[in-house]
Structures are given as structure tokens and as C-alpha cells.
């Protein structure tokens, strides 16, 4: 680049010569800047972390304690399994009162007629209610419950129907022991009518064993564990929890009647050491099926549920009709009852 102009005036001092010359040599510079290619762009490769989906092959999984698997419940199943499918209806229950669980079959919570069972029922309202200062029990009286448990006597059980009022005293249990499922009969002295379940007999066994003081407790079990091989009208008893040879200790009311159509058929009670299991079945089935029928279906659906329990084997050789030696038999029928017999039912109950 050159100059063509001269220098004049300012031009001619030193000072502004030097700064023209600086000026003109920055222009230069920029020049030769401007018209330079830039060289390319050089960038540092940075690595950079990229998601991929996880590879289940790959990725570390936290390990897992492993879960045992469920125990099957054997009484359960056992319950489940006594009462098989057909005309027949079977309610059961069954309480372990070591471990305090309450194993209930389809049925064990429906309504049955009692026949016979709700005898236990009266029996500890009568006993509960002079414990509790709301009325006496006579020497008599006792012995009534004691023949009302042990043989099934109807006479001794319709006299103290009468004389402890009825229906009031399966109300009045109901309410005491909570029982949810119990009904008074509706004509006031058919009292094997009375509609109750192989839950709320559970739960009247386990009040006589908590609540009854122990006199009054002793009186039923010593009852039910001499029951006899039959009852006060010839019915043979030895079935069920009953059935022989019968286990040493098993305190056990049975059960037995037809209305109409239906059969009736009941076991129930106290089995294993120190009284562990309180076991209901309750069954209902045509009563043209007959009662040895009955009995022996009653036996294994009983059976069956035994099987599933810790219980003591039964004595080898004993007598199959007799109970345990260790408790005494019935004593006799009182010879005069108060209060004449009450049937069962409206028809009379078939006996086999």
C-alpha cells in the first residue's frame, strides 16, 4: 500500500508522522488478517455417557431371601374333606385350644335343629345362673343335669325345662356365651328344636371350660365323659367322637332325632390331652337313610378330622360298648321326675 499525498502541515510534525505511521502499519495487519484463510476448527472429543435400555442379562439384581413354602393347614384340610359332596348336610368346627385358631368347615356356621345337644346348653345356663346369684340349683336338680348329659334322658332334661323356664335358658346361654348363631325353638317345649351351630357348640364348650367355676365345670365334664354306651331310650351312643374304643378322656353330648323328612344326627365334645380340642359335627340327612346309616357316616366325618389332630392313640383291647374305667357309670334314673316327659319334636322321633 502506498502513500501518493505529502506530508504538509501536521504531516510535517515528528509526533503525528509516528502516529500515522503506527496507524497505517495496524491497517496493514488487519489486511493481511481479513484475507488469511481461518484454519479449521479443531474440537476435543469429550466422551459423553449414552443410556441404553437395561440388559437384564447385564444389570446386577439384589438378591432375594427366598420364601418357604405355605405349610398346608392338615385340620383344614381334614375339615374340608369330612364332609363329602351329596344329600347330606355337614357342619363343622373345630378349635385347637392350644393354639386358640378356630377352624370352621363350609357349614359350621349354618343353624341346625339341636335334638339333644341343646341339653349341654340348658344345663349351663342352670349352673351359670346360680353362680351368678340369679337363682338355686337343688341337690335333685343336679342330678337331673348329670342323667340329662350322660344318658340323654329326656325326662330329666324336660323337667328342667319346665322348671328353669324354657326357652329362657337357651337365650339366656346365648347371651352369656356369645353365640351367634343360636335360636330358642318356637313352640316353647319342643326344645330339641332349638336351631344352633357347630360354631356356637364350640363356643359353649369353651365357656364351660373358662367361665364355670370349677364345681359346676366338674359336674359337666364328669357327665359327658361317663356318658353311657346308651341312651336313657335305648339309642346306642357309641359313635362319633364316641365311636369305640373310645379315647380315654373324651367328654362328648351326641345328638339324635328326626323331624319329617330329615334325620339328625350330632357329635360333639372335649378330645386330646388336657381337653386341647373342642370338636362339633353336626349333620342333617334324609331320614330314609336310616339311623345305622347316619351313625356310621357321622363316624368318619368324625374320623377324618381325628386324624389331623395330636391326640393319644385309644387303648388297645378295651371293650368297645364300655367308657373309660376311670370314671364311673351313670347312676340310675331317678324313680319319680317332677315334671312329665317332653318330646323332642312335634312327631315323635324315630328310634332305630
Known sequence: MRLNHKLSGPDRDPMHRTVRAVLVASAALACVVVSTPAAPLEVAAVPVAVRTPLDASTTPVAARTPVPPTKPDPIAAAVATAAPAGPAQVGIAVLDRSTGKLTLGRLGAVPFLSASVVKLLTAVDVLRRAEVGA????????????????????AAMGALWQQFGGARTVTEIAGWAHLRDTRAPGPTDQWAETKLSARDVVATYTYVLTTLNPVDRKLILDSLRGASPTGADGFDQSFGLLSPPRRPGVAAKQGWMTVGPAQYLHSTGLIGPGDRYVVAVLTKRPAADGFPAGRAA?????????SALTLTPPPAG??????PAAHAPAPPAPHHVPYPQLRPSSRP???P
Open 298 to 306: 357321622v363316624s368318619a366325618a368324625v374320623a377324618r378330622v381325628l
Open 349 to 351: 322321633p324315630t328310634r
Open 135 to 154: 337363682g338355686t340349683v337343688s341337690p335333685a336338680q343336679r342330678v337331673l343335669i348329670q342323667r340329662a348329659l350322660s344318658a340323654s334322658d329326656d
Open 318 to 323: 378295651r371293650p368297645s360298648s364300655r367308657p
